[in-house]
């Protein structure tokens, strides 16, 4: 299984090439295609706790398996998923997907949690709440091991709207993380102004905080203005061992990254769990 975890985050040549050669017409009727024709799927990437490095939950990330073009990342197309609306149904669909992938997951490890990524344009429907309660409801999962994953610009959009919705989703029990935190027009007032559980250290600042003393004092930082708050941390893209070892120095929660696994499909993922469990 070693072979798909490399194969899956290589972007093929062909995917880039006919990228920029179809219509974006073509691309938007292929999307929606692709919806409907299931050739949408989450792959899975194990979330560790970065003392122990027990595995306690993982990230759905959205992949494209196109009939002709082969794997297609989500950067290629969740922009034009937003630009057509069809993000909202997309994330209707993930949020049930990943919501069933927990409980066949918490087979191998009781506490699991599954995160989840929305987009701004997903807070824009007023469905949004309506869709995360049913898919609880219907799915049986337990609210708060999924976490859901949003990123500074969804913040900025709209802020009262997304603080009624945050302050929803939080009486429904689910867990609210901030993706890519450091990134955006990062601003502490976001940090008290909604409900926020996790701040998701973006992975630039992990990537380079052994070879840059400011990435590494931003990491630190970060950690522990999290722990004053209250808030638990997820650093992303730990590529090395030695990665762990600072991030828990830091006290750093939770880990994903490279050096743990690549995101990988469901299949694969169930049989790391059984493997470390
Ligand atoms: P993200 O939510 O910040 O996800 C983390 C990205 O970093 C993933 O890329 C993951 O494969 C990659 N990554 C994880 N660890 C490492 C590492 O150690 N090194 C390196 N170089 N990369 C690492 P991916 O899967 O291509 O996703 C890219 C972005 O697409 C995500 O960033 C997220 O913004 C978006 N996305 C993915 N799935 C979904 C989805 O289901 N819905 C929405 N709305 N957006 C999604
Ligand atoms: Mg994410
Ligand atoms: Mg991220
Ligand atoms: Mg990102």
Request: hydrophobic share 40%.
């Amino acid at each position: 299984s070693d072979i798909s975890f490399e194969y899956t985050e290589e972007p093929q040549r062909t995917a880039i090439e006919t990228h920029h050669t179809t219509s974006k017409i073509q691309r938007e009727i292929d999307l929606a295609n692709a919806l409907k024709q299931q050739q949408l799927a989450l792959f899975y990437q194990p979330i560790v706790d970065v003392k122990s490095q027990a595995i306690v939950g993982c990230e759905s990330l959205i992949r494209w398996i196109h009939p002709d073009r082969g794997m297609i990342p989500p950067d290629e197309f969740i922009g034009l998923a937003e630009d057509t609306g069809l993000i909202v149904p997309m994330g209707k669909w993930i949020i049930h997907e990943a919501c069933k992938a927990r409980n066949r997951f918490a087979e191998h490890i009781d506490n699991i949690y599954v995160s989840i990524n929305l987009s701004p344009i997903q807070f824009e429907s007023p469905s949004l709440v309506r869709d995360i309660e049913s898919a609880f409801v219907s799915t049986g999962v337990k609210p708060n091991r999924i976490y859901l994953e949003i990123t500074e610009t969804t913040l900025m959009l709209d802020p009262l709207n997304v603080a009624n919705i945050l302050n929803d989703l939080k009486r429904l029990d689910a867990v609210i993380a901030l993706d890519d935190f450091g990134t955006g027009y990062s601003s502490f007032s976001y940090l008290h102004r909604f409900p926020i559980d996790i701040l998701k250290i973006d992975q630039s600042f992990v990537f380079t905080m052994q070879d840059n003393s400011r990435s590494k004092e931003i990491v630190r930082t970060l950690c522990s203005l999290a722990t004053s708050l209250g808030m638990r941390t997820i650093a992303e893209g730990i590529e090395r061992e030695s990665d762990l070892h600072l991030l828990n120095s830091f006290a750093a929660d939770f880990g994903q990254g490279y050096f743990i696994a690549k995101p990988m499909p469901e299949e694969d993922f169930v049989n790391f769990l059984k493997a470390r469990s």
